[in-house]
């Protein structure tokens, strides 16, 4: 068949019924965060891939479709509108960035498609509750606020926050500011970092004069990375600790000789944990493709079992909209060793949220 006639069948094809299970992703596989982005498609592909040698769904099999959106919210949007109208998916998946979400938000309202598993624990995705919207990891929030809590049971208090200057690192920021409130304490510094290009002969030394004992730092890996150099150059010994969108081991090699003692959030178990099964079974996977299991990794697999989940229970002749039910209509779902659940007033899925510390052979461990 011509290119041009191939087309055509698509572009004739209902909105409402799909042949094969194509799935969208728009996510910045280059840009400051495509190491972070990289393994968790990886991971995610531990699961599609095993699903689809078995047979797929239904007899169906999973493809993913991933476009570059370089890390920039406008692209973001302008992938998302070529997958859910050109390509014609039948749900978007593991996204990155909380700017980058918000871009496309009006795009899965107006068709009705579900996003599963956005790669961000903005609050924003969370509360209220979006239709179209299933998160399958905590929020940053939580995450934020476990950091300075731990913090001060280390007995630092003098704490530094340093977040990017959008939607991002102003919910971090947030959360943050709740662990503060609780102790009843004010951070020595709050500082808005550019999310592009942060500079950090400004940041550094707003940290340094307030002689921070820790930092609280919000934004992408490379924006972390950067930041922790020019403090350790500055010759500062602060603990940093950042979130977990930034718990990849692209993280680690970014940070190169800086990276012992970092802490970094997670928002799922240990890869090195045995009393999950579910993380063994990535492990033994991810084994068999001659990978190493990261956080990151564990998240993107996490996140293809709840898809794959909402595939299979909206049956054999899959809709948007039976997707969408599918998926609302997941309760205690034992992924192995952890429940995951949504309905009409909740679609956070998985509320876990630990920390973790990079050791000298620059591997997390809790």
């Not at 951070?187 to 921070?212: E, H, L, M, N, Q």
């Not at 010994?237 to 718990?247: D, E, K, P, R, W």
């Not at 992924?335 to 509320?351: K, Q």
Request: contains cysteine; aromatic residues 6%.
């Amino acid at each position: 068949m011509k290119k041009w006639m191939a087309a055509a069948v698509l572009a004739a094809a209902p909105l409402c019924a799909f042949s094969q299970l194509l799935i969208g992703q728009t996510a910045g596989f280059t840009g400051p965060v495509s190491a972070g982005v990289k393994e968790i498609t990886a991971g995610a592909k531990l699961w599609i891939d095993s699903i689809n040698a078995k047979g797929g769904v239904h007899g169906q099999k999973i493809e993913l479709v991933s476009l570059d959106d370089k890390f920039e919210p406008p692209l973001a949007a302008a992938n998302a509108k070529v997958l859910i109208e050109e390509k014609n998916v039948l749900a978007m998946f593991l996204n990155r960035g909380t700017p980058h979400t918000e871009a496309f938000i009006p795009l899965l309202e107006a068709h009705g498609v579900a996003l599963v598993a956005p790669s961000t624990g903005a609050m924003l995705l969370h509360h209220p509750v979006r239709k179209t919207i299933f998160n399958v990891r905590s929020t940053y929030q939580r995450e934020a606020e476990k950091a300075v809590s731990h913090l001060l049971t280390m007995g630092m208090t003098r704490i530094a926050v340093v977040h990017a200057d959008d939607t991002f690192g102003l919910d971090g920021l947030e959360g943050a500011s709740k662990g503060f409130a609780k102790a009843k304490l004010e951070p020595v510094a709050v500082i808005a970092a550019d999310r592009g290009k942060p500079d950090y002969t400004k940041i550094i030394p707003a940290i340094t004069s307030k002689d921070a004992q820790a930092v609280v730092w919000i934004a992408s890996a490379n924006g972390v990375a950067g930041g922790v150099k020019a403090l350790r150059a500055a010759k500062s010994a602060a603990q940093v600790v950042t979130l977990s969108n930034n718990a990849s081991g692209g993280f680690i090699k970014s940070l190169g000789e800086n990276a012992h003692g970092v802490i970094v959030a997670q928002v799922f178990p240990s890869v090195r944990t045995f009393a999950y099964p579910f993380v063994q079974e990535a492990a033994a996977l991810a084994k068999e493709k001659k990978l190493e299991l990261s956080p990151q990794m564990l998240e993107g697999y996490t996140a293809a079992k709840v898809l794959v989940e909402g595939l299979r229970r909206a049956g054999p002749n899959p809709t948007r909209a039976k997707v969408i039910a599918a998926l609302e209509g997941i309760r205690k779902y034992d992924l192995g060793g952890l429940e995951v659940s949504y309905g009409p007033d909740d679609h956070t899925g998985l509320d876990f949220a630990d920390l973790s510390i990079i050791d000298a052979e620059s591997k997390f461990v809790r």
